[in-house]
């Protein structure tokens, strides 16, 4: 029997988590796939000397470091809703992958580690969030060590995220002294026992701020917390869900992630708050989600996932319709028909073959390069989405083989990492056997040299470049673009979509390009949908 696609969209919640490194993000991840039931084991990510690492790390070398450096994407059930949960990279290095996360998500989950409160790169994506109009609910994490003042962390959130931060239940004690968090709203206090509770185990809960018992078992820091609610009950506003949709409020929970406190009220509130998959912006027009017809962008491309396969994994978000396992489907770039058989849903790096989806969803299309970033797929209809993009890179390093014998298996591998965003490959005009490569971060071309190891069997150096920033440039006049690339020639190359690139070697090499050449236009964004350029979100 057809499901009915409106119902089945209105269940799906699609979610990135987002945090500083170190937040503790990894871990939440784990324990929300823990208590939905997806998971009998939540491996911990503290120890990455164990042989279990989070099921949501899978690199080789997120396990060594303990870092997370790809994004993961996990789908489970949960309260009769599907929940689509997009571990983002923590580290500042992987920006753009997260940013381009994000346009695939319809919320978004804030990790704040209770310690160091917002951090910067915290506060980078927060940028993002706010700019898409990305509803955030807050999860204050670590309450069990040494923290900030709770008033403090809210005051600091607000500013941070220029909304209003509404807490929904709030700590008593921290540190060694933390007891539980006291919900506003069900007027009560949850105990916290330190240790990995059960997911089926239930709290000890204690009705009332005046009840004598607790005053009597808690002691000051009941007493401290008392005060500290009533000021926050009469200054703060009641949570508006309408305002959180909006991006108006951020509703901000207390807890810790590795002893399982506070786990379940965040998975309660992303099913009974987030909002179910929305509207799609496209060039031509607006796609709803609950229309027939399947269309779909590819947000993400992931190589080597399973290495025994040499495979792409070309992640799409669903953005309108049905899809089935084995339906004709019409790349828009390339105008060619595919037809997945292999579809697949992920609990990380595990796969298991999908026979449908709907708007949220996000699933897995193995290929061999036929699909790249930003590729929109349809029933049929030319479409363009918006919003997928490329950062100029701020750091160069040129790379060759050090076994002249590897350099197919070099190219080879440049190709699909740069087509999966891992970095950015640029090839210079005037030599077109040297590579460059340009990433946001150092920690990208480490991560670039060990796959190219152990994924294409490819020991590659790497040597400093003298450029410093790139531009993409375009042009009305063609001829004027063609006489700046002659001119230019020295400091031109091409991307892995052929799109043209003024490299620098300071930024006062770009300004004088930019005096000498009124009819060039540089742009610091490449979105791939359409080739279309823009300057960065702020």
Not at 177 to 193: I, M, R, W
Not at 257 to 265: I, R, S
Not at 395 to 414: H, I, M, N, S
Request: hydrophobic share 40%; aromatic share 8%; glycine share 6%.
């Amino acid at each position: 029997m057809a499901k009915n696609i409106t119902s089945e969209v209105a269940r799906r919640r699609t979610f990135a988590i987002i945090s500083h490194p170190d937040a503790g993000k990894t871990t939440l991840t784990e324990k929300l796939l823990y208590f939905a039931g997806a998971i009998h084991i939540a491996g911990s990510v503290k120890s990455r000397k164990a042989q279990r690492h989070a099921a949501s790390d899978w690199m080789e070398i997120e396990q060594q470091r303990g870092i997370s450096v790809a994004s993961s994407v996990m789908q489970m059930d949960y309260r009769d809703c599907v929940i689509n949960l997009l571990d983002t990279p923590g580290h500042q290095d992987f920006s753009e992958d997260t940013y381009r996360v994000l346009t695939a998500v319809d919320a978004a989950l804030m990790v704040i580690d209770a310690a160091n409160g917002i951090e910067p790169q915290t506060e980078r994506l927060l940028q993002v969030c706010r700019s898409r109009g990305t509803p955030i609910i807050t999860f204050i994490n670590k309450m069990d060590r040494e923290a900030q003042e709770p008033l403090d962390l809210i005051d600091e959130i607000e500013s941070h995220l220029e909304m209003e931060a509404i807490p929904i239940n709030w700590p008593v004690g921290m540190g060694r002294n933390f007891k539980g968090v006291y919900s506003l709203a069900d007027d009560e206090l949850q105990v916290y026992v330190p240790g990995e509770a059960d997911r089926d185990t239930q709290n000890e809960r204690l009705p009332g701020l005046d009840n004598a018992d607790s005053q009597q078992r808690f002691g000051s820091e009941f007493e401290q917390a008392g005060e500290e609610i009533e000021l926050v009950q009469t200054a703060v506003d009641d949570f508006d869900k309408e305002a959180f949709l909006q991006a108006r409020q951020t509703p901000v929970f207390f807890g810790s992630a590795l002893n399982n406190f506070g786990v379940q009220e965040i998975l309660d509130a992303l099913v009974d708050w987030a909002p179910a998959p929305g509207a799609r912006d496209a060039l031509q027009r607006e796609v709803q989600p609950t229309e027939e017809k399947f269309t779909g962008m590819v947000f993400k491309v992931q190589a080597n996932m399973d290495p025994a396969h040499r495979d792409r994994v070309a992640f799409v978000r669903v953005s309108s319709g049905h899809f089935n396992r084995g339906m004709r489907l019409h790349v828009v770039r390339s105008k060619r028909e595919i037809r997945p058989n292999n579809v697949v849903t992920f609990l990380s790096q595990r796969r298991e073959r999908l026979d449908e989806a709907y708007a949220g969803d996000i699933i897995g299309i193995p290929n061999h390069g036929l699909l790249q970033l930003g590729d929109v797929l349809t029933e049929g209809e030319d479409l363009q989405f918006t919003g997928l993009p490329f950062f100029a890179p701020e750091l160069f390093q040129a790379v060759e083989v050090r076994d002249p014998l590897r350099t197919k298996q070099l190219r080879t591998g440049l190709t699909q990492l740069g087509e999966e965003g891992a970095i950015q490959v640029f090839r210079p005009h005037l030599s077109s056997g040297t590579i460059l490569l340009g990433a946001v971060g150092q920690l990208q071309f480490e991560v670039v040299a060990q796959r190219l190891k152990n994924e294409y069997s490819v020991d590659a150096q790497f040597s400093p470049s003298r450029y410093q920033m790139a531009r993409w440039v375009t042009s009305d006049d063609p001829d004027a673009l063609q006489r700046f690339i002659e001119q230019q020639a020295g400091n031109i190359a091409y991307d892995v979509v052929d799109a043209v690139a003024f490299l620098a070697s300071s930024p006062a090499q770009l300004r004088v390009a930019q005096d000498l050449h009124p009819a060039i236009e540089f742009h610091s964004l490449r979105e791939h949908s359409g080739h279309i350029f823009g300057e960065p979100a702020a």
